[in-house]
């Protein structure tokens, strides 16, 4: 197996809101990151869990909560959000000491 | 600090024609690695490449191939014949060595060029 999943494809959510996105893969990483990306823009990395421990917070305010539950799940868990957290949210994965990321599909998210 | 610059923002071609896609990167490390990835509309990145700072070789790979060049800090990408599945956005990236005792490297991307090959 040498995908990683995200569920929901697409999520709409009010500002008020908690919903959680979903990332699974099962390719034995034990690094799995984070991404945002907003519209004919590149990713932009927000989070990045080292044996499913946090190990890089890129600023990315306190709306946003990731999770890592195990080695080959990680959420982000989503509350209070903006209008402008609207984006798409990409999950990957990578082995240790190797950086060659594995991408999912992402989540589309539409915060109204 | 590092830097990727994809200069060409939108491509567009007729099908069968070749195009190549520039990457230029800024890096004050000695080893690292450069990946290509494209992203079709329905928004998932695929891994096209990765090569790393020590391995100037080119590559092909089917109608793909990659010109590594230390010299001019260029690490550009050639399609062959395009197709209209072709059709994407190509973003270059530099992935910096893993530091603070991390086992993984930070992606730099590149703003990605849009390819549009039409038919």
């Known amino acids: 197996d040498t995908e990683v999943t995200q569920t929901p494809k697409h999520l709409v959510m009010g500002m008020t809101n908690k919903k959680s996105l979903k990332c699974e893969q099962h390719?034995?990483?034990?690094?799995m990151y984070w991404y945002k990306q907003k519209a004919k823009k590149p990713p932009e990395l927000m989070f990045v869990?080292?044996?499913?421990?946090?190990?890089i917070n890129e600023s990315v305010p306190s709306r946003f909560s990731p999770e890592c539950p195990n080695s080959s799940l990680l959420n982000l868990h989503l509350h209070a959000l903006q209008p402008e957290d609207s984006a798409l949210y990409l999950c990957?994965?990578?082995?240790?000491?190797?950086?060659?990321?594995?991408f999912g599909p992402g989540t589309r998210l539409t915060v109204l | 600090a590092q830097k990727v610059t994809q200069a060409q923002t939108e491509i567009s071609v007729v099908e069968k024609e070749d195009v190549t896609l520039d990457c230029v990167y800024e890096?004050?490390?000695?080893?690292?690695?450069l990946f290509w990835y494209k992203q079709p509309p329905s928004g998932e990145l695929v891994f096209l490449i990765r090569?790393?700072?020590?391995?100037?070789q080119n590559e092909i790979s089917g109608r793909y191939s990659w010109n590594f060049q230390k010299s001019t800090s260029s690490f550009n990408f050639t399609i062959t014949a395009s197709q209209v599945v072709d059709s994407a956005v190509y973003f270059c990236?530099?992935?910096?060595?893993?530091?603070?005792?991390?086992?993984?490297?930070?992606?730099?991307f590149g703003q990605g060029t849009i390819l549009t090959v039409h038919p």
């Open positions: 990957a994965s990578s082995q240790p000491l190797d950086n060659e990321q594995f």
């Open positions: 390719m034995g990483h034990r690094a």
């Open positions: 869990y080292s044996y499913e421990k946090l190990s």
């Open positions: 890096t004050r490390d000695t080893t690292y690695y």
């Open positions: 090569r790393n700072s020590f391995d100037e």
């Open positions: 990236a530099l992935s910096e060595p893993g530091a603070g005792g991390t086992s993984y490297g930070k992606l730099t």
